[in-house]
């Protein structure tokens, strides 16, 4: 475990996902899933204030014109402090078998977000993307359990995570029209305990993966193994650079359905974690639209 990482005071979560940081308002997004709660955090004062969504919610953005976007359970909301929540583009029934997972901007400022069934079903999921006109595609279809996603510093190459494939796969990317294609597989994680779950890039393309039951976070250069931070918890969930020099990592985790004696032994499970992995990253880019 780095000597570096500390729980982040006053957060805990049941289902902690989809980390964002802004540059611009120095502050920092997590999504508490089934709780259907985004908290936000300001790290030079401490405080963390939290916005209720109307669904579960699987993931969220900063926008460019202020507030936030987020992948509900029915599909992409909108929400400002002055009107709260208004759905901008519905994708699926609401109170259906499936909800939103985990989701990210690319470097355009589109935001993509994707599906899973709630008993997990295999191929019930698919991967959307909010274009900046509002309008909602679906991009690849028979996905399991939707999760991390990242994209090269040139643009021309996005990761993205099934989670049961076990594995990190990219595909090219048009930054011009925000299409993909040429799916191949980038990083094997077979062989590496636990499952992965949110994955984040850094300013030298090192792809940084938390482990669901792994209790780490691995970094992958050029598709190999390069270093692991060891966690106190057994559910990382995701991680995304921050801090006024994008130099902090900071890792979400979850308590969610671990037993009593687990969460004894893991009394930290569903906490924020940060810390200074020797890095840089890049910040999270706001929805346009």
Not at 60 to 89: K, M
Not at 263 to 279: M, N, Q, Y
């Amino acid at each position: 475990m780095s000597s570096s990482l500390v729980a982040v005071p006053g957060i805990r979560t049941d289902l902690g996902e989809g980390p964002i940081w802004s540059i611009e308002r120095g502050e920092l997004a997590i999504v508490d899933i089934l709780e259907r709660r985004i908290l936000i955090l300001d790290p030079s004062s401490g405080d963390t204030a939290t916005i209720r969504a109307p669904a579960p919610v699987g993931a969220v953005a900063f926008r460019q014109v202020g507030g936030l976007v987020a992948a509900l359970e029915d599909g992409f909301w909108a929400f400002d402090g002055p009107t709260g929540w208004r759905s901008v583009a519905a994708v699926q029934p609401v109170g259906g078998d499936r909800r939103f997972n985990d989701g990210k901007c690319d470097p355009q400022g589109r935001f993509w977000a994707g599906t899973m069934a709630y008993d997990g079903s295999p191929g019930a999921g698919s991967l959307y993307r909010l274009d900046i006109d509002l309008s909602a595609s679906a991009m690849v279809h028979g996905i399991t359990t939707s999760n991390g996603l990242a994209w090269t510093r040139d643009g021309a190459t996005m990761f993205y995570i099934d989670t049961p494939t076990h594995r990190i796969d990219a595909f090219e990317f048009d930054p011009a029209g925000g299409t993909i294609g040429g799916r191949r597989v980038a990083v094997d994680l077979a062989a590496f305990a636990g499952s992965p779950d949110g994955l984040t890039i850094d300013a030298e393309d090192g792809l940084w993966v938390a482990m669901w039951g792994g209790a780490a976070v691995h970094r992958f250069a050029d598709g190999r193994l390069d270093r692991t931070i060891r966690l106190p918890v057994s559910q990382p969930t995701s991680c995304t650079f921050g801090g006024p020099n994008l130099d902090e990592l900071y890792i979400t985790s979850a308590s969610y359905g671990l037993s009593d004696a687990a969460l004894r032994a893991e009394p930290l499970a569903g906490s924020l974690f940060r810390t200074r992995p020797g890095v840089a990253g890049s910040s999270g880019v706001a929805f346009a639209g």
